[in-house]
């Protein structure tokens, strides 16, 4: 009975340590980009993704721009990290007529989680399952 309970434990702390180090890293690269744009992380811009098969390009705009950015380009408000797509795969420019030439950062799908509880595994935090 013991024995469940702090298997249980662990799996509730690896869990939390999980999520906690996804926000992070999440909150991390959302500054990264908006400061390699030159914006600042405020209330004025807004991170759009738009996902297509096993990509995700990822745009700042200011957050005016947001309302006809989803109307039109089918995009949303998040981060690609959000949805997995971890690994940077590029970029590219897009001619918008009124903003003009829009930066995207496209990114893949990676295996980041597996090798944060591989490194955890190893470290002796987590034990393996």
């Known amino acids: 009975c ?3 309970m702090i298997n249980g434990k662990r799996q509730e702390d690896e869990e939390a340590l999980v999520v906690a180090v996804t926000k992070l890293a999440t909150l991390t690269f959302i500054l990264v980009t908006a400061f390699s744009y030159g914006f600042e992380a405020d209330s004025e ?3 759009l ?6 990509k ?4 700042i705009l200011q957050r005016k721009y947001k309302p006809y950015a989803v109307l039109y380009a089918g995009v949303q408000e998040d981060t690609c990290a959000a949805h997995g797509f971890t690994l940077e795969d590029g970029k590219t420019e897009l001619r ?3 903003l003009g030439q829009v930066k995207i950062e496209l990114f893949r799908r ?6 944060l509880k591989r490194a955890l595994i ?4 987590v034990a393996v399952q």
Do not use: S, W, Y
Request: charged content about 15%; proline content about 7%.
């Open 45 to 47: 811009t807004v991170c």
């Open 49 to 54: 993704v738009k996902i297509k098969e096993d």
């Open 122 to 125: 190893r470290a002796g935090l």
């Open 110 to 115: 990676g295996a980041t989680l597996p090798l």
């Open 56 to 59: 995700c390009g990822q745009a």
């Open 96 to 98: 918008v007529p009124v």
């Open 2 to 4: 013991n024995l469940a």
